[in-house]
């Protein structure tokens, strides 16, 4: 999520569109969707089930279950949410919800006022804290900076030493789309799909190219320093966020599958919403992506205010027990203002960090590039490195996790704001 507090128009994150989502247990799940198919048409009152195994599914027919991810979703009465709730063959019924990524522009490529009141405040802070600092020793002062050849995030992760390119290695990033006539990516192996009706993979905020810039991007981009980590890998674009940067649900669950289906081994969302409550639609999500060895990445969340004493708290759907959560760090490897902490739920800790303030990024044209804030940038480090390690390696799923966490530098920060530590790219 991008250093924002609200979005600039468009869906509240965490609104309830009125469906609801049923998580299934396991006992319905099997090597068809009859089972599943039957209950669901039961507990809904459907005639009939649209699933994701559906040849109707890929020619843009919305599903209502989504069969390896062990999820539905219905509109529901009161009468059948309650009986829903009562049924030993569901684990949990749940309001559908809007996500967002906080900070996207608006059309036409504007920020909008929130975003710069809350990028301005984080600035001033960061600004008044190296101030205040003894230059060579105190911790805040900068330890990197952008070069003519590369961004500070990539200097410290230890990307431009790497060998790896993340060859062979499909990263799906589910976002606001991609500027596909970006000529950063021209050439690229790209795979794409829209989960929001009425709306082209082509990204109008801005969001979405940002970050599979940073994830995907090129090693040598044709203007300005390297941005990009896993410049060759498959790159999988799933847009589940409008142009608006809200999305519901169902677009992102629906976005999941897809990206398990086509291959990814690592999952990048950079979206959510600021709800201390685990859902279990996504925690079954990521357990089952980790089951078929992809690795769910996703933005710890804005919602601290650090320099006023507030920490925030870990948000849908990050803070799923099987989700990773990043948490952003400054150039000088202190943690952002807008970061959140680690919350109390179960799953809600940050996982790891990545580097997350003044990072600069693909941009759709004709701007081309350009340097926002936000747990949003840290996440695609994250994903972008752990290609890296994958190619490496073979890790996948869980290997995939353990591995990330241990190669993670130790910072000296508590670890429910940083986790692990900084992530690191796999050395020469």
């Known amino acids: 999520?991008?250093?924002?507090?609200?979005?600039?128009?468009?869906?509240?994150?965490?609104?309830?569109?009125?469906?609801?989502?049923?998580v299934l247990g396991e006992d319905l799940m099997g090597d068809d969707?009859?089972?599943?198919?039957?209950?669901?048409?039961?507990?809904?009152?459907?005639?009939?089930?649209?699933?994701?195994r559906d040849p109707g599914a890929s020619a843009g027919v919305r599903p209502t279950l989504f069969s390896r991810l062990g999820v539905a979703v219905a509109e529901l009465s009161a009468d059948q949410v309650q009986a829903a709730r009562a049924d030993r063959r569901l684990i949990s019924v749940e309001p559908e919800r809007v996500q967002r990524a906080l900070g996207t522009p608006g059309p036409g490529g504007a920020l909008?006022?929130?975003y710069l009141r809350g990028f301005a405040d984080a600035a001033t802070f960061l600004r008044d804290r190296a101030a205040a600092a003894a230059p060579d020793t105190a911790p805040g002062t900068a330890q990197f900076g952008d070069t003519d050849q590369l961004t500070w995030g990539l200097q410290a992760t230890g990307v431009a030493d790497s060998p790896e390119t993340g060859a062979g290695i499909a990263v799906a990033v589910l976002d606001t789309?991609?500027?596909?006539?970006?000529?950063?990516?021209?050439?690229?192996?790209?795979?794409?799909?829209?989960?929001?009706?009425?709306?082209?993979?082509?990204?109008?905020?801005?969001?979405?190219?940002?970050?599979?810039?940073?994830?995907?991007?090129?090693?040598?981009?044709?203007?300005?320093?390297?941005?990009?980590?896993?410049?060759?890998?498959?790159?999988?674009?799933?847009?589940?966020?409008?142009?608006?940067?809200?999305?519901?649900?169902?677009?992102?669950?629906?976005?999941?599958?897809?990206?398990?289906?086509?291959?990814?081994?690592?999952?990048?969302?950079?979206?959510?919403?600021?709800l201390n409550e685990v859902s279990a639609a996504y925690e079954n999500a990521g357990r089952r992506a980790l089951d078929a060895g992809a690795l769910i990445v996703a933005a710890?969340?804005?919602?601290?205010?650090?320099?006023?004493?507030?920490?925030?708290?870990?948000?849908?759907?990050?803070?799923?027990?099987?989700?990773?959560?990043?948490a952003a760090v400054d150039s000088a490897l202190a943690i952002a203002d807008f970061s959140a902490a680690s919350s109390a739920v179960e799953g809600g800790q940050v996982d790891i960090a990545g580097p997350g303030v003044d990072v600069?990024?693909?941009?759709?044209?004709?701007?081309?590039?350009?340097?926002?804030?936000?747990?949003?940038?840290?996440?695609?480090?994250?994903?972008?490195i752990a290609a890296l390690w994958a190619q490496r390696t073979g890790a996948?799923?869980?290997?995939?996790?353990?591995?990330?966490?241990?190669?993670?530098?130790?910072?000296?920060?508590?670890?429910?704001?940083?986790g692990a530590g900084l992530v690191r790219a796999p050395g020469a």
């Open 33 to 52: 969707d009859t089972a599943a198919r039957t209950a669901v048409q039961e507990l809904t009152g459907l005639s009939s089930v649209t699933s994701t």
């Open 177 to 274: 789309g991609l500027d596909l006539g970006h000529p950063d990516v021209a050439g690229r192996q790209i795979e794409s799909r829209s989960f929001v009706d009425g709306q082209e993979v082509q990204d109008v905020a801005g969001h979405g190219t940002h970050c599979i810039g940073t994830s995907c991007g090129p090693l040598a981009p044709g203007s300005g320093r390297r941005y990009g980590i896993a410049h060759e890998a498959r790159i999988l674009v799933g847009k589940v966020l409008g142009d608006d940067g809200s999305g519901t649900d169902a677009g992102i669950l629906e976005g999941i599958e897809w990206a398990i289906t086509s291959g990814a081994q690592v999952i990048s969302m950079s979206l959510g919403a600021d």
């Open 300 to 326: 710890a969340g804005n919602n601290a205010e650090r320099s006023t004493g507030n920490v925030g708290f870990v948000g849908v759907p990050a803070n799923s027990p099987s989700i990773m959560a990043v």
């Open 1 to 22: 999520m991008a250093d924002m507090r609200t979005g600039g128009g468009g869906r509240v994150a965490g609104t309830p569109t009125g469906r609801h989502l049923l």
């Open 112 to 114: 909008s006022a929130d």
């Open 396 to 418: 996948k799923g869980r290997e995939l996790w353990t591995q990330l966490t241990q190669a993670a530098q130790r910072l000296p920060l508590p670890s429910g704001d940083v």
């Open 360 to 384: 600069y990024s693909a941009w759709p044209m004709p701007q081309r590039t350009n340097t926002i804030s936000g747990t949003s940038m840290a996440t695609p480090h994250v994903s972008g």
